[in-house]
Nanobody, 120 residues
């Protein structure tokens, strides 16, 4: 059984920074892609950042230059460093992974989501 666990987000003032993390646990053969999505109530979930294994990260235009995705392969953990946060960054953030469980087939897994609120 594979699970993605996201420690909590939090409340931060505009211009501040916050780091999210997401760890994949269980019997995993390989992780091909890890990504972060976010969703505001009443809107569609959108891709924020994505990191292919051994590749370069990609970002949504709205967060380029402010957010950075990184990965610790030894810990099966992906991070999202968020800098210069803006009120419009307020959303529920979800970790996503495309991975192959040991002895299984490739599939997509989601974290439970964590709230990030940017406000004065």
């Amino acid at each position: 059984q594979v699970h993605l666990v996201e420690p909590g987000g939090g409340l931060v003032q505009p211009g501040g920074s916050l780091r999210l993390s997401c760890s994949a646990s269980g019997s995993i053969f390989t992780i091909n892609v890890m990504a972060w999505y976010r969703q505001v109530s009443g809107k569609e979930r959108e891709l924020v950042a994505r990191l292919f294994s051994g590749g370069s990260p990609t970002y949504a235009d709205s967060v380029k230059g402010r957010f950075a995705i990184s990965r610790d392969n030894a810990k099966n953990t992906v991070y999202l460093q968020m800098n210069n946060l803006k009120p419009e960054d307020t959303a529920d953030y979800y970790c996503n992974a495309l991975l192959v469980p040991t002895g299984g087939s490739i599939g997509t897994y989601w974290g439970q989501g964590t709230q990030v609120t940017v406000s004065s």
